[in-house]
């Protein structure tokens, strides 16, 4: 069933210093797409100026929790970006990055070209190579040719229909892997999921993350 309306949803935790570039980001896709979006934002515990930053975006629905728990902030602003639209679930489709990311201007295209023949997408994720030191850069580069990003799962670029993710039960509150885990089990339930490396979401080189043992640890580890 064609969609009809974009949720994008965001978890944020003291990202202060990336949460504008982020929103700006999304701005630009949002532009480029022909259909209405709501882009939510959940500020998990955060003590730094995030929230701040987000009053400069009035379009932007925001959130505080006290979670300290992305799979919780996951759910809360697919439920308040849902409860904020007037489309059914079969017509409304959930695009998902963090608030450390920047998405491509083509990023919600590519999620509205691959509903068409899917319920959900999974996209890549690429580090900015530049913030990284040169021994893990040059791991980076020799691990990761063409395609190598293809099907695996981050929620920094992840799409589900909304219909789909209630019907698997949605995010569970996992503090890392809550990604992963809705993936399987949509694809269990026999949903089908798309993937693609064609509008990588760009994100940050960091080493010590949000989430224990997520992208930020596997980037530390990379062979150096």
């Known amino acids: 069933m064609t969609v009809r309306h974009l949720v994008v949803a965001v978890p944020a935790r003291d990202e202060e210093p990336t949460l504008a570039a982020c929103l700006r980001s999304l701005g630009r896709t949002r532009e480029r797409i022909a259909i209405p979006s709501t882009v939510v934002v959940v500020l998990d515990s955060c003590t730094d100026g995030s929230a701040d930053v987000l009053r400069r975006f009035p379009d932007v629905i925001a959130a505080e929790r006290t979670h300290g728990n992305v799979g919780l902030s996951r759910a809360d602003a697919v439920a308040i970006g849902l409860g904020a639209v007037p489309t059914p679930p079969e017509q409304t489709w959930l695009a998902f990055t963090d608030a450390d990311s920047t998405v491509a201007p083509g990023w919600l295209g590519e999620h509205l070209a691959a509903e068409r023949a899917a319920d959900a997408y999974v996209g890549a994720v690429i ?59 949509l694809r269990a339930a026999g949903h089908v999921v798309a993937a693609d490396d064609a509008h990588p979401v760009r994100t940050s080189s960091r080493l010590v993350g949000r989430a224990p043992d997520g992208y930020a640890g596997y980037l530390r580890d990379l062979t150096v």
Do not use: I, K
């Open 127 to 185: 580090p900015r190579l530049g913030d990284l030191d040169a021994p893990r850069r040059r791991a980076w580069r020799r691990s990761h040719g063409p395609g190598a990003t293809v099907g695996h799962v981050h929620g920094a670029n992840l799409g589900v229909r909304a219909s789909a993710y209630a019907a698997v039960g949605g995010f569970r509150p996992l503090a890392v892997g809550e990604d992963v885990d809705l993936v399987e089990r």
